[in-house]
């Protein structure tokens, strides 16, 4: 999002001295045309010199198509087709057909040398370039130039260096004839956030102000979102009303417990800002602007810290490196950002850095720039915290960077999968959102994500939720919140620490500890925190055992454990299943979570016999318990055993052979 009426693939800008129109050609090439072809030809030369060729590509073609063999308007189209993905490879043969009018277009070798590069011909671009380039009359243009031959050295460099990766349309019902772009997901990626243009936007088409065709109306951005059903799939999109308005709204990043969006809106001219929702239950509330980070320049990109404590952004102000550099700022005590700093040079450069994402470890950032080695347009990099420094941003090569511009990438908590916006030939509408698989380049990821629900009273409530490092206290310490209706909550604990969480909600505090010491690589774990009034527990668990009963004794029927498992371990009976139990409690509060880590969600369940139990995982074939059961057993829960659960109720193995239910 660069400005108040461009789409959103950035349009690559240059000096001024390129991209002028030839009025003595233009004459002799149309001034026969009829008046409505002419008016049509100058809304497009217009478009053109302000360098917005997405707007000015489709009224050449028209026009081109109409009058058949025009060599000056075909080079106009190829010179346009150079920023379209979806037309590019078409731009060379258009600008060579104009070849005769080359001594009267200043900017033939430049655009066709742009044309070369992005159809991948780099020794030829470079030779392109350097004519354009010993031209006198193109000194002034003589950086972007130079930029131009440098982005081909680096893509010759990067050119069998690609990734290896998969990237897959996201398909329908999120991909339209329309624009999806901008994609952002809570760490687990249970709801997806977007933005879209097209057909459905607020607003219908509008037209667009200080613009000569008043009667070509755009689609303004709009704010959507899709959640995932219970088998996995992307629901049907949904606009955020309380966020869209009939100007333009787009959402540029989430905060990883999905409970704060931050929205770009240019309201003013030349400018754009950074504001932010949140989400009490299920609804969003009314964005406002973020404090402390927006200025009287550009501010376009967002994003957080895990823990909340430092936010990255994008900006132009003066006295950066370059057009759009990288910033920090840091939370203070009043909630608004303070202590901006730049992120340096070895980020920032001399040409535009922009839309960083820190990944959900705390020391992975991707960013997208048009500096360091890009192979063309915006390329995405990725740099890592070490030591207290970011490392040199490195390039993550084909096929996620192209020749055109690629920007505004995120990875799932796990690091399995990455998320984009581009536009390519074969997409549904103009911007499409992509899978990238795997998503995180490199090493795994290495951090536990911390899930579940906080009650009170068996209520769900909005808690307060503490969290900090024991081992080093300044690496990770936050507040978060659960959502009220739900009472849903998410944590990332990078790898290698003590965390001590604490949920809090009236007078009532439960403090849990969670190791990560031995993580090394992506573990997920689900802690329900269950606060309860004295009340509460006076009425409902005076006569609750805290005693586990123990596993089933097989001597009596003459059978070992393993006779059972090499008889009965993948039989199916109807209404049979087999939990893993790893203790009965009054209630969970002193066992060791870190010993839950990488198995499923732990349940608290009162079985006829009036004992509480906490099992974990549900499976249909004691195969199946028993994987769980030698995990947990892994993990150091040494007492945990599997039971039966026969129509609701438990059964000892030697009642389901007695029985006839294991035959």
């Known amino acids: 999002m ?11 800008t240059h000096l001024a001295a390129v991209g002028q129109i030839n009025i003595d050609l233009k004459e002799k090439y149309t001034s026969k045309w009829p008046l409505k072809d002419r008016q049509k030809l100058n809304y497009a030369d217009t478009y053109f010199s302000n360098q917005e060729y997405l707007f000015a590509r489709p009224i050449y073609d028209s026009l081109y198509k109409k009058h058949k063999g025009n060599i000056y308007i075909g080079y106009l189209v190829g010179s346009c087709s150079v920023y379209d993905p979806k037309h590019y490879k078409q731009s060379e043969t258009f600008i060579k057909s104009a070849e005769e009018l080359k001594s009267d277009l200043a900017d033939y070798d430049y655009y066709l040398g742009k044309a070369l590069l992005v159809n991948e011909k780099y020794y030829d671009a470079i030779l392109q370039f350097e004519k354009y380039k010993s031209n006198p009359l193109n000194r002034n243009a003589k950086i972007e130039v130079e930029h131009q031959i440098e982005v081909c050295k680096s893509a010759i460099a990067l050119d069998n260096k690609s ?43 509008q037209t667009l102000p200080n613009r000569i065709d008043m009667k070509h109306g755009v689609y303004f951005e709009d704010v959507m979102m899709s959640v995932k059903d219970l088998n996995g799939n992307w629901t049907e999109p949904q606009p955020i009303n309380a966020i869209n308005t009939n100007g333009h709204d787009a959402v540029v990043h989430i905060s990883h417990d999905g409970q704060r969006l931050f929205i770009y809106r240019n309201v003013g001219i030349g400018s754009g800002d950074i504001y932010m929702s949140k989400l009490d239950g299920l609804n969003w509330s009314a964005p406002e602007k973020v404090k402390g980070i927006n200025s009287n320049y550009w501010e376009g990109s967002v994003c957080l810290s895990p823990d909340e404590k430092t936010i990255y952004f994008s900006s132009d102000r003066q006295g950066g490196y370059g057009g759009r550099d990288i910033y920090s700022a840091n939370l203070l005590a009043d909630g608004s950002w303070g202590n901006v700093k730049n992120m340096g040079p070895s980020i920032n450069t001399t040409f535009d850095e922009d839309a960083p994402f820190i990944h959900s470890d705390g020391r992975t950032l991707f960013f ?33 960077n192209t020749t055109q511009d690629d920007k505004f990438y995120i990875v799932s908590s796990d690091g399995e999968r990455g998320y984009y916006s581009s536009e390519k030939k074969d997409g549904k509408g103009q911007q499409d959102i992509y899978i990238v698989e795997p998503g995180l380049f490199g090493k795994p990821t290495t951090l536990v994500m911390v899930a579940g629900q906080v009650t009170f009273d068996n209520a769900p409530v909005k808690a307060n939720i503490f969290v900090r490092s024991k081992l080093n206290r300044k690496d990770f310490s936050g507040t978060f919140q659960s959502n009220s209706i739900t009472g849903e909550y998410l944590v990332n604990l990078p790898a290698g620490n003590e965390y001590e969480i604490v949920y809090k909600y009236l007078n009532r505090i439960h403090t849990k500890d969670i190791s990560t010491a031995m993580i090394d690589s992506f573990a997920k774990i689900e802690i329900d925190a269950e606060l309860f009034s004295d009340e509460y527990i006076r009425l409902n668990y005076a006569q609750i055992d805290s005693a586990a009963y123990k596993p089933d004794d097989l001597r009596p029927i003459g059978l070992s454990y393993d006779d059972l498992l090499a008889r009965y371990g993948n039989t199916l009976i109807d209404s049979l299943n087999y939990t ?48 769980i059961l030698l995990k947990a057993k892994k993990n150091g829960i040494k007492d945990a055993f599997i039971i039966a659960v026969y129509k609701g109720e438990k059964y000892y193995f030697e009642e389901l052979l007695n029985q006839g239910i294991l035959k």
């Open 163 to 205: 990734a290896v990766t998969k990237i897959t349309n996201i398909g329908a019902p999120i991909n339209t004839a329309g624009s999806e772009y901008t994609p952002v997901f809570p760490s687990d990626e249970s709801f997806m956030v977007f933005t879209y243009r097209g057909e459905k936007s607020m607003g219908g088409k």
């Open 580 to 627: 893993v139990q790893i203790g009965a409690y009054r209630i969970l509060e002193n066992f060791n979570y870190s010993k839950l880590i990488g198995l499923p969600k732990a349940l608290r369940r009162t079985f006829p016999d009036n004992i509480t139990r906490f099992t974990v995982g549900s499976y249909s074939t004691l195969n199946e318990a028993n994987a």
């Open 2 to 12: 660069k400005a108040l009426y461009i789409l959103l693939i950035a349009i690559i």
């Open 368 to 400: 997208a720039s048009t500096g360091h080695n890009t192979i063309g347009g915006y390329d995405i990099f990725k740099s890592e915290l070490k030591d207290g420094k970011w490392t040199a941003p490195y390039n993550v090569g084909k096929p996620v």
